[in-house]
């Protein structure tokens, strides 16, 4: 990799890398080929479990490699904001009012464009109605003062509508002693916008807190993997396939550890489901064997061994799969 290029941050917090940029998001796939998964919810969105946005969250076999081909830095998110300054929350809090009154403000022109539209378009047949109802309402008057004035004294005195008697057509809420409405119109609803990357907040200071290599930040605690001969032969045998072209995903819903594609996984079905051996010389059981070859033929895959030489930092490949015979 080229000296001059841009590291992508990933900012470390509880141990996971999240990727909050989405220019950086579009880089690692479309460049690097790696895909992490999608975490975060979109609003206004019913199915929150289709459609995710960011943060993206790497495995940590693709931050490992990142940091391999020096592609990637890592912040310790969490100690990089700092206490803000009382000024510095006084311009987010205005930011933010700013903000909330520009919605408004839309919201509000939106409302009486429509209204003005409808009006518009509706306004003969509006009036026609409204003139059959008042009318309505006036006969209806006449014919209970007409019945009124033949009754006897009782029901006189009880009712005697008149025309003028009959209700009003739009009648107004009541008003309180203090001049307002009974009922209040409900507010304009707005959204709180929180920039989703870090960098946008005054009181966020990466520096002195960027770790570009694994070493020193396994020395500050930060990060740490791999660090058991388990994680080396995952981080090898992922960046193994990686290095010969294939795209990789997680391959648990399928009986491995990852899933290899030949390209996109948004354009390609995986070729194979590939299964971590800490050693070459690793035992397996004829079980384990016939279950990956049958699981990874009825989901038209080949189930690929990868044995994992941690004196060499070598990777060997059997593949398997289920062959009926008679």
């Known amino acids: 990799m080229s000296s001059d290029r ?21 880089t690692i796939r479309a460049q690097y080929r790696l895909c992490g998964v999608l ?37 310790d998110d969490p100690k990089s904001h700092i206490q ?29 464009r ?4 409808a009006g518009r378009a509706m306004s003969d047949d509006a009036l026609r109605k409204r003139k059959e109802r008042e ?34 057509i739009h009648s107004d809420p009541p008003v309180s002693a203090a001049g307002n409405q009974s009922e209040p119109s409900p507010s304009i609803p707005y959204a709180v916008v929180v920039s989703a990357p ?21 020395t500050d605690g930060v990060w740490d993997y791999p660090s058991t001969v388990e994680e080396r032969a995952r981080c090898g045998v992922f960046s193994g396939l990686w290095k010969q072209g294939f795209f990789m995903g997680g391959g648990i819903k399928f009986g491995g550890d990852y899933l290899v594609y030949p390209g996109d996984p948004l354009r390609y079905h995986s070729h194979f489901a590939a299964s ?29 061994l990868c044995g994992w030489d941690d004196e060499k930092q070598e990777v060997s490949y059997l593949s398997i799969e289920w062959a009926g015979f008679g």
Not at 199 to 215: A, M
């Open 84 to 112: 803000p300054t009382m000024a510095e929350l006084q311009r987010w809090n205005a930011g933010q009012q700013d903000s909330i009154c520009a919605q408004v403000a839309f919201t509000e022109t939106k409302s009486a």
């Open 6 to 26: 841009r590291r992508i941050p990933l900012r470390i917090a509880g141990k996971r890398a999240y990727v909050w940029d989405v220019d950086d998001i579009a």
């Open 198 to 218: 870090s960098s946008s907040f005054e009181w966020y200071n990466p520096s002195g807190r960027s770790y570009p290599t694994l070493k020193d930040a396994r």
């Open 276 to 304: 971590v051996l800490v050693s070459p010389i690793s035992s397996l059981r004829p079980m384990e064997i016939v279950a990956h070859g049958r699981l990874g033929t009825a989901t038209k895959k080949a189930h690929l």
């Open 114 to 117: 429509e209204s003005a539209n």
């Open 135 to 168: 009318e309505r309402k006036k006969a209806e008057a006449l014919r209970l003062a007409e019945i009124a004035t033949r009754s006897d004294g009782d029901l006189l005195a009880l009712s005697e509508p008149t025309p003028a008697q009959a209700p009003p």
């Open 39 to 75: 975490t975060g919810t979109l609003p206004h969105l019913s199915q929150q479990n289709v459609f995710l946005g960011v943060p993206l969250v790497l495995m940590p076999e693709e931050v490992a490699l990142l940091l391999e081909i020096d592609a990637a830095v890592l912040i």
